[in-house]
T-cell receptor
Framework: ETGVTQSPTHLIKTRGQQVTLRCSSQ?????VSWYQQALGQGPQFIFQ???????GRGNFPPRFSGLQFPNYSSELNVNALELDDSALYLC???????????FGPGTRLLVL | ELKVEQNPLFLSMQEGKNYTIYCNYS?????LYWYRQDPGKSLESLFV?????AVKQEGRLMASLDTKARLSTLHITAAVHDLSATYFC????????????FGSGTQLTVLP
């Protein structure tokens, strides 16, 4: 167990809808990152938050947005869903200054 | 753009045999991570390699890093069935906020 939880575990949406995925990190983990993992591929970095500010972003469009809250929880929001957004979404957290990132179990999103 | 290549992508091996997974990356990095992923599950951290020449071992797995060659290896000794999983290496671009760029993964199957 990594102490990182995500909800929901599975989600089905239709194209054009909006979705919010949630992540709860361990206490003290002030850095959280979100990754998208398509089937059969390695995870791709979406963005990272440190102390509630975005401090890194991968090659994802602005319809992917996030929030981090003071209680070590965070959200990933995706607007105008597309079929290619179907994937496993992983959040990962770490304590500032530490190297190891701990991944949550993921949310599997299917867009129809 | 940082590229991370793993080979082989698929590996089927007999129990008791040894094998090595290779991870090459295209730009300067001083941090390399190895993760394990079981089917339908999240990522489990195996090793964090932080300097040239770093070697870490845990059970039947040993990882090493050569930053000059931009190469990391994951060596499996006397494989057992429980090691069957997909293994990912991930690299951090020097100076970045530790955002991970993953390889495509090596799907390992250990046969009895």
């Amino acid at each position: 167990e990594t102490g990182v939880t995500q909800s929901p575990t599975h989600l089905i949406k239709t194209r054009g809808q909006q979705v919010t995925l949630r992540c709860s990190s361990q206490s003290g983990h002030n850095t959280v990152s979100w990754y998208q993992q398509a089937l059969g591929q390695g995870p791709q970095f979406i963005f990272q938050y440190y102390r509630e500010e975005e401090n890194g972003r991968g090659n994802f469009p602005p319809r992917f947005s996030g929030l981090q809250f003071p209680n070590y929880s965070s959200e990933l929001n995706v607007n105008a869903l597309e079929l290619d957004d179907s994937a496993l979404y992983l959040c990962a957290s770490r304590e500032g200054g530490q190297e190891t990132q701990y991944f949550g179990p993921g949310t599997r999103l299917l867009v129809l | 753009e940082l590229k991370v290549e793993q080979n082989p992508l698929f590996l089927s091996m007999q129990e008791g045999k040894n094998y090595t997974i290779y991870c090459n990356y295209s730009t300067t990095s001083d941090r390399l991570y190895w993760y394990r992923q079981d089917p339908g599950k999240s990522l489990e951290s195996l090793f964090v390699l932080l300097s040239n020449g770093a070697v870490k071992q845990e059970g039947r797995l040993m990882a090493s890093l050569d930053t000059k060659a931009r190469l990391s290896t994951l060596h499996i000794t006397a494989a057992v069935h429980d090691l069957s999983a997909t293994y990912f290496c991930a690299v951090v671009i020097s100076g970045s906020a530790r955002q991970l760029t993953f390889g495509s993964g090596t799907q390992l199957t250990v046969l009895p």
